[in-house]
């Protein structure tokens, strides 16, 4: 998934104009160590304030007025506190060019998360900032509790457009932090994000309450919730298809435990059940070593051990595999099981004592593949695991693509298939879940027929394209213009490598510099777990997609036609041509927003 690397940087290099109205550019000699945070644990989440990276000023910019200590200094109030977009990653030393703004409204569904955002920008110091909330209230005495609603101070991230470009670095707002409070220095921008969610038993109307934003003193923020009769089902009833790749390795090594233990499997729980709220369908199991030649920071071990005895016979051991996947099920994720990959094998030859690495064109790899597969395929069969499970194949050219499902049909022809990349009319059939990049299209009556026999017809995203994306540095509109793309176009779902490869320190430095690809590329949460913005707007994206979904059985169902075609008008505006990077996604969603919110 790694080939479009070197033409993506160019793309959003040349770009960069784009990318740096969102993130300031930072002088050449701001180059930051990869040991940021060697002083930091990630073993107690929750419980440790970090230190950001410094914000350093451009070079040249026309944004530098709103930076300087004498503008600050100009600001009226010590401190200001407001609400603010979702769409917009603030910056840290930029006085923010907004309106004040002490109430909002938000229109939800019932079983709906919402989000909205506080900024508190001041010209003191604040020791301490805190966030407190109240129940929200309606007219007939019906209450939203004040536990369904959640704060947490959004962080600042180094990011790049490519490594290779680190001289345009610059701090993005991006991390969701969870610790309880957190010190603010003067002549800087906080924001806070704000999370409501609406239990689906919720009595349509609406209800009202406060939030208090303790700074050096306290400010009352009022909140309107405007909640329709309309239900939004649970994640795990969601039809949208979300396919972000998971790396457990990454997990055991921010925590500092030892790879598969009892204490990384209890530290991986709740960033599996993080993923399984977001509508996660699908668990990433490696069943050879390195199924992507070692691309990311962190090893990415099989969970099958294979060994070749002296005798010529073979032992599979699947006992990590199985407490895998039946644990990661149990975190609610348990659709899909897509196995990476057969392009090589590596196995343990008794008789040299060594590892031995077999590749596609080697000529034992059908022999003890074929071994391999088909005792795989009784193993899964026996844990009732075979109709969920596919061999899976990343950015494959068609002559490879074509080599594996052979060997595997050979074996089963029961077997599914997933292949992330081009569209091939040669192997469409053959493919259970196919995944293209993002403007690839199928054929209607090909993706018609997908539709009519269940299989995941999804789009993807990885270091490119520059715009819409999920970098760190990305607008917070791209992810939920995913959604309305998804419904446009008639994918269901979305696929991206990866929810959590992360680099050296990915909570102060999202550039990775073994590569060429944008910052953030290889995860959209942080260690703790903590969320993100990127991450919170995917999930609005989701959102959307399942209630235009409910919308239009809706309105079918009631002949409803003048709603349905507002609607419909509205989704055909979500194309990805030559023409993307001119468009604002926020506008878009924006506006969309309106008439969903209104039917």
């Known amino acids: 998934m790694r080939v479009l690397s070197l033409f993506s940087t160019l ?47 451009p070079d040249n910019s026309d944004e530098m007025m709103y930076r300087t200590s004498d503008q600050w200094s100009k600001i009226k109030n010590n401190v200001s506190v407001s609400f603010a977009s979702t769409n917009t990653r603030f910056q840290k030393s930029l006085i923010p060019q907004i309106s004040l703004q002490d109430t909002i409204s938000i229109t939800a569904w019932k079983g709906e998360k919402v989000n909205t955002q506080i900024l508190v920008w001041t010209k003191i110091d604040i020791p301490k900032l805190h966030i407190e909330t109240e129940k929200l ?13 959640k704060s947490g101070f959004v962080r600042f991230v180094m990011t790049t457009p490519g490594y290779k470009y680190r001289d345009y670095s610059s701090l993005s707002a991006d991390p969701i932090d969870i610790i309880e409070n957190i010190p603010i220095s003067r002549n800087t921008v906080q924001p806070v994000w704000l999370t409501i969610s609406v239990p689906n038993k919720t009595e349509s109307g609406t209800y009202k309450g406060k939030i208090n934003v303790v700074a050096d003193k306290t400010y009352t923020l009022g909140v309107i919730i405007n909640v329709l009769d309309h239900v939004l089902p649970p994640p ?56 992507w030649e070692h691309q990311t920071y962190d090893d990415y071990p099989s969970l099958i051990r294979y060994t070749r005895k002296s005798d010529g016979s073979w032992i599979y051991d699947y006992s990590l595999f199985d407490k895998y996947i039946e644990f990661v099920m149990s975190c609610g994720i348990k659709n899909r099981i897509n196995c990476y990959t057969l392009t090589k094998f590596t196995y343990y030859d008794e008789s040299s004592g060594k590892n031995v690495s077999v590749g596609l064109n080697t000529p034992e790899y059908e022999d003890v593949c074929t071994k391999m597969l088909k005792n795989f395929t009784e193993h899964l069969k026996m844990k009732n695991w075979f109709s969920i499970t596919s061999i899976a194949m990343d950015e494959s050219p068609l002559p490879v693509a074509q080599k594996i499902i052979d060997l595997i049909k050979k074996v089963d022809p029961e077997w599914k298939l997933a292949l992330a990349g081009n569209f091939h009319p040669e192997i469409e059939k053959d493919l259970y879940d196919y995944c293209l990049y993002i403007g690839g299209t199928f054929p209607n009556s090909v993706l018609n027929q997908r539709k009519e026999q269940g299989k995941p017809s999804t789009f993807y995203t990885c270091c490119g394209p520059a715009f819409p994306n999920m970098f760190t540095y990305s607008s917070p509109a791209d992810p939920v213009w995913f959604g309305w793309y998804a419904a446009n176009t008639g994918f269901n779902g979305y696929l991206r490598w990866a929810y959590n490869s992360w680099p050296a320190n990915p909570l102060v430095d999202s550039r990775f510099p073994k590569h060429q690809w944008p910052g953030g590329d290889t995860y959209q949460i942080y260690p703790g777990p903590r969320s993100s913005i990127r991450f919170e707007k995917l999930i609005e994206g989701i959102q959307d997609y399942e209630k235009i979904r409910i919308i239009r059985d809706l309105y079918s169902k009631n002949k409803s036609d003048e709603k349905l075609i507002e609607l419909e008008e509205r989704i055909k505006l979500f194309i990805y041509d030559r023409g993307i990077e001119s468009i604002s996604t926020e506008e878009l969603v924006i506006q969309a927003h309106e008439i969903l919110n209104n039917l």
């Not at 007219?139 to 609603?149: P, R």
């Open 11 to 57: 793309i959003i290099f040349s770009l960069g104009g784009f990318m740096l109205t969102s993130c300031s550019r930072t002088s050449k000699n701001s180059e930051v160590k990869l040991n940021a945070m060697k002083d930091n644990s990630y073993s107690k989440p929750g419980n440790n304030y970090y230190q950001e990276l410094p914000d350093l000023s």
């Open 137 to 149: 209230v309606s007219g007939n005495g019906k209450y939203i509790e004040a536990d369904n609603i």
């Open 236 to 291: 795990e009833e969601w039809q949208f298809y979300l396919d972000l790749w998971q790396h457990p390795a990454s997990i055991s090594r921010v925590h500092n435990v030892d790879l598969w233990s009892d204490e990384h499997f209890k530290l991986m729980r709740p960033y599996y059940n993080m993923l399984a709220k977001a509508g996660q369908k699908v668990i990433t199991a490696a069943i050879v070593d390195e199924p």
